[in-house]
């Protein structure tokens, strides 16, 4: 739902007005998601760029008033001039993040302009709740085979739940049900076991669903067939609990949709090298894991991998049609872990204004965030981790409007590698860590462009830190120190220099390299440099535990986060889910090692283990059973007589079905 507010330029004689001061227009409160809201406040006038937009926000029925983000100024950027330009508005945009589900907030937006229009608006506004789990007692059990499905959905109206018993189902399906959000037609498993769909390698869609809308997926398998659910259209679309898995598309719309819900989903592709690209290139190209397209999009704690691309916005809505009713904005991606794709982890490519990309995890691929282009923004992308991948930040077709803040971005050559032509971008509190090549390869021809309180990895050589141009390589900069830099551009007044000794057990990728993803840890050490050397960004990292906010995406003394499929909880828990801490803590020393290593184990608690060695490839070459172990410290003599040098990885299995991984280097 859009609410529109009108404010009228007669509300100013003409002969008050200057091309300096603000005449607020059209203010927009976009459609809210589970943890944010949105809004956009359409003006005239500012050219001097000096008004500015501030939030505040509370929940109904309390007194106290919790700062948000000040809103990002659009003001006349040309995003993708070289290809299909498009000029972005006159105004300003943002969204008030940390919000908690189903929640009413009294959000109270100023405007202030020095040179006069200076106004204020406020609103009650409500965030979206947690899907429920659909009850109806319009229940109709399916059993195999497909035949009974088939002529069950071609029964079923809105309010419709198929409870789909184990077994498989081999075929392909068109739904074509126009349901309403409080009746939906529901698919779901029935408990009994894997409810399977398998698409029997068919070349089309499995689920064609184009056109309807409210169709819910629960609990079931999706499997073996070119495209799982093909959502052209669709409203409403909830899949939530599914595994889709050896698919070339998972869930895809190229045209508009709205108001989608994907959720705690194992979506699995069929690209089996994913580094070299070439070979993904020739054939998978573009096949995507979770393409989306509209407005207010939430994908949340999807865990995918094996694609071309992880999640994607379709690039095929292209422009904004005005600048008053943009068609892709309002999306979330939060909590998803991705490996093992060909291109991109997340892109945002094609989006307008306010999307939120916070707390997911990418490893092993070639770029990490997308947003070739972006319209305007803002694009909030914060407290992400990428690793292992040539271009953990693709800021190409002169994108504007990136906010960037307490990211840990690690790249195989350069950690901040792209066409330097991004515009209107703020970057704080994250860090940039890589291989031997430059930290920075890039740079920004726009003044409103903002570097501060960054940690960057120190390169071996120095004269290969930061390479910086200010028109697209007609000219460029070398510097060696943050202090040159600083001279040089004004940025980093505050940046520090960071090491990978500063994070608990964390190296510099080496491409080609599939790391596990539950072998890094990247939490800061304690006595690491980013700790209280970053700025407070409001919601973000205002609740710091220091002196001051860290840089990158934990805080020191924080856990990693629970990324991707959630363990199975009540629908009303699903706010946050922290990692376990009953895994136990494993060393291997010394390491790297040339033949023999002592293998540390601290059991938090009693029980069995089981050691794999595995290679890079994920071939297990060595197990080891270790039963009934007491709590407390284990030390295990290793020795790897038969191994060739390599990088190899410990695997630890524990009765409760956790798993740790350690990343060992044998030299020989």
Not at 106 to 119: A, F, M, W
Not at 407 to 415: D, S
Request: overall charge negative.
């Amino acid at each position: 739902m859009f609410i529109r507010i009108l404010f009228s330029l007669f509300v100013l004689p003409c002969f008050l007005w200057s091309a300096n001061s603000t005449v607020p227009l059209q203010f927009f409160s976009d459609p809210p998601t589970l943890y944010c809201l949105a809004y956009r406040w359409i003006i005239l006038g500012d050219d001097n760029r000096n008004a500015t937009v501030t939030v505040k926000f509370r929940e109904v029925g309390t007194s106290t008033w919790l700062v948000g983000i000040p809103a990002l100024r659009n003001k006349g950027d040309v995003i993708n001039k070289d290809y299909d330009p498009y000029t972005t508005g006159n105004l300003f945009a943002g969204s008030v993040l940390g919000l908690k589900p189903a929640t009413s907030y009294e959000v109270q937006i100023t405007l202030t302009d020095p040179d006069g229009g200076s106004t204020d608006t406020t609103l009650t506004l409500s965030t979206l709740d947690i899907p429920p789990s659909y009850q109806s007692s319009n229940v109709v059990h399916v059993n195999p085979p497909a035949s009974n499905f088939t002529a069950a959905i071609a029964s079923a109206t809105p309010g419709t739940i198929l409870l789909i018993h184990k077994g498989t189902y081999t075929g392909n399906y068109v739904i074509g049900i126009t349901a309403t959000k409080t009746q939906p037609v529901v698919i779901r498993g029935a408990g009994d076991g894997e409810a399977i769909f398998d698409g029997n390698n068919y070349t089309g869609r499995i689920f064609d669903i184009q056109g309807s809308h409210y169709i819910h997926f629960e609990n079931v398998s999706i499997r073996n067939g070119n495209t799982a659910i093909k959502a052209n259209g669709v409203n409403g679309l909830m899949v939530r609990n599914c595994k889709i898995t050896d698919v070339n598309w998972g869930i895809m719309a190229y045209t508009e949709t709205q108001n989608w819900y994907i959720a705690d989903n194992t979506i699995t592709g069929r690209v089996s090298v994913w580094y070299p690209r070439s070979d993904a290139l020739v054939n998978h190209p573009d096949e995507t894991g979770i393409l989306i397209a509209g407005i207010q999009q939430m994908v949340y704690h999807n865990t995918v991998s094996n694609f071309w691309d992880g999640i994607d916005v379709s690039n095929d809505i292209g422009k904004p049609p005005s600048v008053a009713a943009p068609t892709t904005m309002v999306i979330d991606y939060w909590g998803n872990d991705v490996a093992n794709c060909a291109d991109d982890g997340f892109e945002i490519d094609f989006s307008v204004h306010n999307v939120r990309v916070w707390e997911n995890r990418f490893v092993n691929g070639e770029s990490g965030i997308s947003t070739q282009p972006f319209y305007g923004g803002p694009a909030y992308i914060y407290r992400n981790f990428l690793y292992n991948m040539r271009q953990p930040l693709k800021m190409n077709n002169w994108p504007s409007g990136l906010e960037i803040y307490n990211n840990t971005f690690v790249g195989h050559g350069q950690a901040l590698d792209c066409d330097p032509i991004w515009q209107n971008t703020i970057m704080k509190n994250n860090l940039f860590l890589c291989g031997d090549r430059y930290t920075i390869e890039s740079g920004s021809p726009d003044p409103a462009t903002f570097l501060d309180y960054n940690g960057y990895f120190e390169t071996p050589d120095v004269t290969r830190f930061i390479k910086w141009t200010v028109d697209n390589w007609v000219t460029f900069s070398k510097y060696m120190s943050l202090a040159e830099f600083t001279t040089g551009t004004g940025y980093e007044a505050h940046g520090i220099m960071v090491t990978y000794s500063d994070l608990v057990d964390l190296t510099a990728p080496l491409a080609g390299i599939t790391y596990p993803v539950n072998i890094l840890d990247y939490r800061l050490k304690a006595s690491a440099a980013p700790v209280d050397k970053g700025t407070v960004i409001p919601v973000i990292s205002s609740q710091y535990k220091g002196a001051a906010p860290d840089m990158g995406c934990l805080e020191e003394g924080d856990a990693i986060p629970a990324y991707g499929v959630r363990p199975t909880i009540p629908v009303s828990l699903q706010h946050r889910v922290a990692l376990t801490h009953s895994i136990p803590l494993v060393s291997v020393s010394p390491n790297p090692f040339n033949l023999h290593a002592q293998i540390g184990i601290e059991m938090v608690q009693a029980g069995s283990v089981a050691l794999e060695i595995v290679d890079q490839k994920g071939s297990a070459i060595g197990k080891l059973m270790l039963p009934d172990l007491a709590a407390g410290y284990h030390r295990i003599p290793w020795q790897a007589t038969d191994l060739p040098a390599g990088i190899y990885f410990l695997k630890i299995n524990t009765q409760a079905g956790q798993r740790a991984y350690k990343r060992m280097l044998i030299i020989k």
